[in-house]
T-cell receptor, first 114, second 109 residues
Framework: NAGVTQTPKFQVLKTGQSMTLQCAQD?????MSWYRQDPGMGLRLIHY???????DQGEVPNGYNVSRSTTEDFPLRLLSAAPSQTSVYFC?????????????FGDGTRLSIL | SQQGEEDPQALSIQEGENATMNCSYK?????LQWYRQNSGRGLVHLIL?????REKHSGRLRVTLDTSKKSSSLLITASRAADTASYFC?????????FGTGTSLTVIP
């Protein structure tokens, strides 16, 4: 199984550019989420979704947009990139009909904003 | 922030020794999960303990939970060089997970 697939693996942007980080899972999981990981800060939740058509904000949502048109895909959009958004971004999914299920993570997208 | 917080931040032990990591959190929780991250990779789920459980075992892993103190511990017994990684606790409150900053474990062969 592919699990959770994130693309691209690396990206460099200029300040003010926009881009979409892709996340796809093939496990028919209802719950999907996006985190950013910064040195000394752990993982912080950006946005999450409990099913197609449903999204909600996490701890650090400003500057990011998400949508969930299908169960499989949960893209993260940077509207106008800023150097403060330089980070490693992780997508995760879980079978959330039972909340006592683990999250499955992708390998991350390393994003640099110049 | 409602993040979990691991202690110690870094831990270095000899192969064969036990490693203990602690986690404190601020929220009420549905469960608390522990994850492992190898350098440059995503996180891998290790073990989950529900809010009504006090202790759980899985192979060489033992996790405890004290909801009155809002704390958890992860014990890795008989450590191996391959256990070298960062370990994160993730308390779950509703639909949100609050990851800590992690403990960096180095196991010396």
């Amino acid at each position: 199984n592919a699990g959770v697939t994130q693309t691209p693996k690396f990206q460099v942007l200029k300040t003010g550019q926009s881009m979409t980080l892709q996340c796809a899972q093939d496990m028919n999981h209802e719950y999907m989420s996006w985190y950013r990981q910064d040195p000394g800060m752990g993982l912080r939740l950006i946005h999450y979704s409990v099913g197609a058509g449903i999204t909600d904000q996490g701890e650090v949502p400003n500057g990011y947009n998400v949508s969930r048109s299908t169960t499989e895909d949960f893209p993260l959009r940077l509207l106008s990139a800023a150097p403060s958004q330089t980070s490693v971004y992780f997508c995760a999914s879980s079978a959330d009909r039972d909340p006592n299920q683990p999250q499955h993570f992708g390998d991350g997208t390393r994003l640099s904003i110049l | 922030s409602q993040q979990g917080e691991e202690d110690p931040q870094a831990l270095s032990i000899q192969e064969g020794e036990n490693a203990t990591m602690n986690c404190s959190y601020k929220t009420s929780i549905n469960n608390l999960q522990w994850y492992r991250q190898n350098s440059g990779r995503g996180l891998v789920h290790l073990i989950l303990i529900r809010s009504n459980e006090r202790e759980k075992h899985s192979g060489r892993l033992r996790v405890t939970l004290d909801t009155s103190k809002k704390s958890s511990s992860l014990l890795i017994t008989a450590s191996r060089a391959a256990d070298t990684a960062s370990y994160f606790c993730a308390p779950r409150d509703g639909n949100q997970f609050y990851f800590g900053t992690g403990t960096s474990l180095t196991v010396i062969p």
